[in-house]
């Protein structure tokens, strides 16, 4: 009775192997012969494989028998070697278990294994590094078939990091063979190894069509029930890419409604990004329909009720993956516009604070752009502006965003804001990315001259004091001036004044622009010299 | 422009806590998109949307120029360089055991000493006092001699021994085993440990900068150390320039090289403003020397540190200040002239315990603000304030997706490539963290790589769009290239799959084959591990060199240039035609019947195979062979297959065995010099026992070689085409004259003895002594007529409609018959065939006798019965064998009524030709031969039975032939 299970099984799994062998083999080779050499192959295989059944492989790993080392006659350095035996043996061998190819693939198990699983080291000098072992070498035990499919499997990755498409596609052809395991982990994995390296081999190869790869996928998502949620996201993705919508609508869709007993975590979480592009794929639909219903003003009735249909559906989906922690810009944005549209600016409002400010969240500076931005757009105080640009400086004191900052608090005026305005000017300029700016070095020359005016040199001064023992070499070296002058001489000419007035006036910066300057101008007259002798 | 932070940036869950995930099979670096945003560029229209990927699966690529890496430098002459083997910690006995025995002053000399007294070694009188405290030495010596012995060296004088020992053995150690083992089996460990991955050479010693540029040619200064120790530190020119349209790197001029205290593990070069600061670290001191495009390298200051230095890294933003990290969790700034400053100082690890001492740091986009970095994560910290204030770039956990057990290996400010990213290397991935948003990884790479990545170079293009990191690592000298876009205006992107480069170690496969002895001392130079990497990147022709220094001081270079679209079509052209010779051979189904039928054409794809495997993985190779042998079953299944596979491996065999003549010729002059090198210092001295045969041997000086030189040569040649073309080199390839062929001796024949007694011993040697015996005295007569009668009775009985069905079979089995007539002559007899055809009783009987004598089957015997109306040549050319033993015959023949004598004749005939030959119906048919059963002993009823035998037998086999048509024409 077993007996007949087991074959069933091989046979169903099999035929599975053989379409995929086939479908694969009519991308690659278009040679209909071999579609049926492989299942050959296959056939050969699970015999093989259910000869293996009768002895199955011992689950543990037996420990090495202990060697007697000693050829030495001393009692006591006798027993501390073997007490030496077993810590190396426990932690020698290690590695092995948690890279062996038992483990389950799609880490959908929750499990404890933390930081203290650490194998135990007698003194902590040693280099402690858990270096991978060679999931590929070859272990003790293994049977002829893992064997092959282990040496397959080595030469189709040699062939990938080597970008051999073909050879590549030619070892996979093979390698389908694993999909007969018959342990359930190692069937896992090998449903992830082929899913993951065919797409790969189908996305690089230059005979590849868009309907092998729709079909490979289809065949994928159902050899294991595990991996459906994301090849079907992976599919959706896919099809936006080569620019067909409608069918990665239809395919997110129908992974929506997929139900299938209970869920693991991370199918849950797969889940949930499958709703919210669906969501959000409703978004750019209902963009769609909006620009079509502005350009023909009247507007029938039949449009609107659609595009407040896919209103209704992205907001429903959006909603949901908002209010769990991770970084989601693009539905955040896609979620407010439509929110906007319909002068729903509280909730937009409510949305875009939860995204900022909800410290469960990564400290995403797009989340303050957006509120920035949103603020500005409504038409709010520039108390408030100021207020989350603040915060967004605290974050990035580099961000572009921080001369929008400048420039509002310079329009408020009070010393105190044209202090914090300085502050923020020297915490942009101290970033290297803004080195060679000229708007940022032309606000600092302004500043200079607006505090001048109004007599407080004394805030410069106090900006000055803890950058006066690096800015000079970060900024004003004779290097820096060449360089400059080099990129543009209205650049030069801003830092000029800013070098003279805090570092002095016979700055290495200054002497070094007045020798250019210098050199400019007689190259100038040189030539107009000659241009007057013509 | 850098300022600027993308956007968008691409949907992800943050998790936080302990990293989840297990490390399990790592192909992770493909098949993906991973996640995907619209650009909805206000307009109305979907198709109009340009979708972004996380993964551009598709990514501009780099092509190498040539195959293999190329030597930069000769060879230096290393007296000793370590092999690959990894030492075993449970080999410290061993260990233990020779320094007892070949260090034995070392081992026992203070007790040497004290009991110098108590010895006698006779030598002089021994004083009267002392008589009684002495003992004998001349025992002593026989004992020790006995030690040499490796295997048991006390098993002589076990019980003296064992005294001695109980006596000693625990005073006579200068230092007690139990502590020697154990320090030893830590040394061991540790040493493995430090052949698998050795943390004090993360960042590499190698470094470059650039000079100058111009249209053609670009002048840069390599930085590397040389010498047996990596302890002198060289400044040298490198030209790339153009040959061919290939670039390729060359020295100028002399190395100008300091000496340096200690091994060099990093070397860390700044940006070149007017002048460029190159930082060096051994384990205890680090050095900066500063180097201008018109003068020569100074050395400029040497610190020192109490504990083993870890990082020195040479700022980027402002000359003259590097960064020093050190195993004691210090981390301080170094400005050049001043003492160092220490800025941060942690004394555990950072967010967990890695139980790791080693620290790294690097500047980041603020001057002020530095990275501080162990195992577990990356910390920014600000070194204005006195109280540290910190925060994570970075840490080892779920939030950036990682495996457990994975820790922090490298990290570098990526400062020409993006201001504001850090690359962050794993065992198992390598992570774009950008510092504006902490914690979740701008761009994660699957990097594949079997050792941990410890060098990494960042490579911005010219174009801007695209960037390139390289990888190596240490043990295994692999390089990975990764390349991204994005991270300014755009969210970062990653393009296309890793890639791998080859490394010295793969390249001595393309290289000509050497002497086995030679070409192991190649191997083993060409596996010492990686120390470091460079890059030179050459924007005008758009070319990338990636330089590549091992332990042992020798720097290997290869060249990548953007593979362009053209070359990628013309790849996939070529696929294509590949494509259609594999159709065309796989459509002609002659070929693939032959290939089916032809073992050799599947040992030709074998051989191909395996050559295939070799050429790809050397590491790999002896088990792809065995693999390749050990399973021919499969192979003759999936010929065909197999079959085209080779036809497409073919295809990329040459690109994968692109080598240039230039790159040849620099392998083989390195070659030359290290050969030379070596052969000035012997590796090892000659430790074995040489025996001297001069005086044995006599030798005469003539050659003993029979065969000419010009023969010699011809057959050289001949043997080294007939290697090409894979085949056998037979005697007619070549010039030689045929061997003499030597006559088979005559066949025994034992007809020739007409005497009893040669007779009976003939037959007894057939095994036939028995019946010889029972013929002779007529023993068995009755009791085979009796059963033959039987049989007959019971075939009568079965005979009916069947039997033109069973005739047809045997009729279609004998078709079959030259391959087993064995088998279906018994199912003739079993198949109720009704005919009284004596062939058929004969073929049942010699059957029987066959299973009873199977040695007899294969010998080939010449009978010539008396009174046979054969002729003498047919009779000659009978061959008897056991698949022949069966005749074709016909169910026509059923209807064929005899009389009652003659069938009675046949009876006898049928009977008593059991032990003699059948007669051969071949008289018709030249073309085959009659089966006939074998006997030594003819009869004289046999030979007066046989004359009427012949009729029916002639009869049968024209009728065979009408019935072979008929079943034909009814299958």
Sequence with gaps: MYATCVTLKFTRRCGEAARIADRFNRTVRPSPALGGMITNGCMLKSFKVTEEKGNPLPPQREKKPKTSPCVLRCGTAYGNLLAMDDISAEWMTSPVRDCGSDNDVSNDDDDEDDEEEEPIRKRSKWPDLPIPAPWYGETSKETGFHRSSRLCLNQIRECLLEHRWQEAAEYLISYFQTLEEISTPRQLLATEIIFRLGSEILHQHPNSKLEDVNHFFDLMKNTGVRGYLKISLEHSFHLLLTGNFDDAVRQLTTAESWRYGKQSAVQADKMKLIHAYRGFLSYLSWISKKGSSSEDDDGDVSAIQEMHTYFRQACISLQEILKLPGVWDPFVVGYVNMLEFYNDHEG??????????????????????????????????????????????????????????????????????????????????????????????????????????????????????????????????????????????????????????????????????????????????????????? | MDSKFPDQLFPVFYYTGPPKKKADCPVHAWGLHGHVYGNDSGSAEVADWSFLAQRKVNGPTWAPVESIVAPLLPPKSVNKWSSRHLPSAMDFPKHMQNFYLYKSEDAFSTMNHLLEDHFDFGSG?????????????????????????????????????????????????????????????????????????????????????????????????????????????????????FQENIPRPKFMNKPINYGVNGTIRQVSVGPMEESVYVGVRTDYNCGVWVATSAQKPQPLDVVNTQERATCLTVSPHMPGELLVASESGVAYLWTVGRSLQKFREEEGNLYFNAKSPWRWCDFSAHPRVMLYADRTGLELSDIRSKETCSHTVFRIGATSGCKSGERVILSRYLCNVNTHHHLVTTQHSAYIMDERFPCLPMIKWDHMMASPPMFAQAVGTASQHQNTVILGSQSSQELTLLQYSGGNAVAAQVLGAPQKLSCPMKSLADLPVQIPHRQKNVQERLTVPAAGIASIYYDKEESLCVLQLSEVGDIFYQTLRPASQDSLQAAHKEMLNEDSVTEQSGSSPQESQESVNNPRTNIVSQSKCKIVSQSDCPPETSDARIHGINEPCVNMILNPLTEQEDVSLSKDIPRTAKVSKATLLKWKSWLNVLRNGQRSTPRYSQLHWTLKTKDHFTFDGKPRDILGKDQITSLRNNMREVMEKKSVLTCGATSLSPPEVLP??????????????????????????????????????????????????????????????????????????????????????????????????????????????????????????KGSKLSSEEKSNVTLSRNKAKMPKDPSQEGNPKAPKQLKQDYMSALFSSQEEVVDAGTEGTDFFFPMSLSSQVSSISNSQRKPSLGPFSQSSQSSKQGKKRARMGF
């Design chain 2, 125 to 241: 009188e021994l004083k009267e006092c002392m008589k009684k405290t002495t003992v004998s030495m001349k025992n002593m010596e026989r004992f020790m001699s006995s030690a040499k012995f490796i295997k048991c060296p006390l098993k002589p004088f076990e019980k003296r021994a064992s005294l001695y020992n109980n006596l000693l053995g625990d005073v006579i150690h200068d230092i007690p085993p139990g502590l020697l083992g154990e320090l030893l089996y830590e040394e061991l460990t540790l040493q493995r440990e430090e052949k698998q991955f050795n943390e004090v050479a993360t960042g590499g010693a190698l470094g470059f900068f650039l000079i100058s540029t111009s249209n053609t040619s670009q002048e840069g200064c390599l930085v590397y150390p040389r010498k047996a120790a990596l302890n002198s530190l060289n400044f040298h020119k490198v030209v790339v320039e």
């Design chain 1, 348 to 534: 937009a409002l409510n949305v875009l604070k939860e995204y900022a400010y909800d410290s469960r969240f990564p400290p995403n500076p797009n989340a303050h752009v957006y509120l920035y931005r949103f603020l500005k757009r409504q038409g709010s105080t520039e108390k408030k502006q100021i207020r989350v640009l603040k915060i967004l400086g605290a974050l990035v004191p580099s961000h572009e965003l921080m001369l929008e900052l400048f420039s509002l608090l310079l329009e408020s005026g009070t010393e105190q804001s044209l202090k914090e305005a300085l502050d923020v000017l020297f915490n942009l300029l101290d970033d290297c990315s803004w080195k060679h700016s000229v708007a940022a070095w032309t606000c600092f020359r302004n500043m200079i001259k607006l505090l001048r005016r109004k007599k407080l040199k004394h805030l410069l001064e106090e900006g000055w004091e803890t950058r006066k023992d690096w800015w000079p070499a970060f900024h004003f070296r004779t290097y820096h001036a060449r360089a400059d002058f080099q990129l543009s001489r209205q650049l030069l000419l801003m830092k000029v004044v800013v070098a003279s007035t805090l570092v002095g006036n016979k700055c290495m910066y200054c002497r070094r622009k007045n020798e250019l300057e210098n050199e400019r101008e007689a190259r100038r007259m040189i030539k107009t010299h000659k241009k007057r002798k013509r």
């Design chain 2, 744 to 865: 088979t001796p005559h066949p025994v024949d034992t007809q020739s003895w007409g005497d009893d007694l040669s007779q009976r011993l003939s037959a007894s040697w057939e095994g036939g002594w028995k019946d010889w015996w029972e013929e002779k005295l007529g023993l068995n007569r009755e009791k085979r007529i009796e059963e033959l009668r039987r049989k007959r009775r019971r075939l009568k009985r079965t005979r009916g409609p069947r039997v033109a069905l069973s005739g047809s079979f045997t009729t279609s089995a004998s078709y079959q018959s030259d391959l087993d007539g064995w088998s279906s002559a018994v199912s003739d007899f079993g198949g109720q065939d009704p005919d009284l055809d004596s062939s058929t009783f004969s073929g049942y009987l010699s059957t029987q006798e066959d299973s009873a004598e199977p040695e007899r089957t294969g010998r080939v015997l010449q009978h010539e019965p």
